[in-house]
């Protein structure tokens, strides 16, 4: 098996993992800051567990000492984790996963703003074409069962925040920010515990949350290790799958029929971000031969 093909079946099973994520969301009737708060602690305390079993307390200590960016990294993860849940609560799962796959737009201004890094003409293109399919979202959000503009701003937020923390990510590349999941996973549970009533989710219920951790367990742990064989671009379009498939395993299950405006917008949007990570990829392959 080539280190490719490894990687590639790698990251392929971490988006199988988190295919779910929005379901187990839309399948447990609570409060979506009490789902938050077992969806953020369990799984982030497993994946302690298991660093802490494996590597004990350095990488933990590898990402403190990064200082603000590490902190910054900490925080928009924790935030990202919290208002998924409410996006997927307050909108359509359509309309969400396909308004959070926008996110490398995000990142590629966040690094023009924050790190000098300049906009190419790519991903120019790329915004110009995702921007008209998330406007086609958002007109949708009227006439679409389950959408609403509340929960779309929500996913908007969720894109920006996690595209903020791995921009801060980049100024320390040099360290891993896997330790950083349980710590703002854990952090956030923490915090959202006083102004919740944790047991509040039907008895019936509490069967899905030792499922739901696992799955976010394997998908987070399978998405970290995808990239160390394969590309970014080859990541990033494998992970635009889950963008597919999880509105239509909700529609399968739960009957949400994602919409007219909500499929052509996200055709869109998922199919120009493919574009533009197929050229990267042919650009870096194309290198490749040459060299």
Request: aromatic share 10%; hydrophobic share 60%; charged share 10%.
């Amino acid at each position: 098996m080539t280190s490719q093909f490894k990687g590639l079946l790698i990251t392929f099973a971490g988006v199988l993992f988190v295919v779910p994520d929005s379901l187990f969301v839309r399948l447990i009737d609570a409060d979506p800051l009490v789902i938050a708060f077992w969806r953020n602690g369990l799984a982030g305390g497993l994946i302690l567990i298991g660093l802490l079993a494996l590597k004990g307390s350095a990488p933990f200590r590898e990402v403190l000492s990064t200082g603000r960016y590490g902190a910054l990294y900490i925080v928009t993860l924790a935030l990202s984790g919290v208002l998924f849940v409410m996006a997927i609560s307050l909108t359509s799962v359509a309309n969400a996963v396909f308004i959070i796959a926008a996110m490398p737009i995000f990142a590629s201004i966040f690094s023009w703003i924050f790190l000098g890094e300049r906009i190419s003409l790519r991903m120019v293109l790329t915004i110009a074409a995702v921007l008209p399919g998330l406007a086609l979202i958002a007109y949708g959000s009227g006439e679409t069962e389950h959408a609403s503009w509340r929960g779309d701003l929500a996913a908007v937020l969720v894109a920006a925040s996690f595209a903020a923390g791995l921009t801060a990510a980049r100024r320390v590349r040099h360290v891993s920010m896997v330790p950083a999941v349980p710590m703002a996973y854990c952090g956030s549970a923490l915090v959202l515990l006083p102004f919740i009533e944790p047991m509040t989710i039907p008895a019936d219920q509490l069967v899905f949350l030792p499922f739901y951790a696992v799955f976010i367990v394997f998908s987070a742990s399978l998405l970290a290790l995808g990239p160390r064989y394969i590309t970014s671009a080859e990541v990033a379009l494998l992970i635009l799958l889950e963008s597919v498939l999880a509105p239509l395993l909700v529609w399968v299950v739960l009957g949400e029929n994602p919409g007219s405006w909500t499929l052509i917008g996200g055709t869109i949007v998922i199919g120009a971000l493919a574009a533009s990570n197929l050229v990267v990829l042919m650009r870096k392959r194309s290198a490749g031969v040459r060299s």
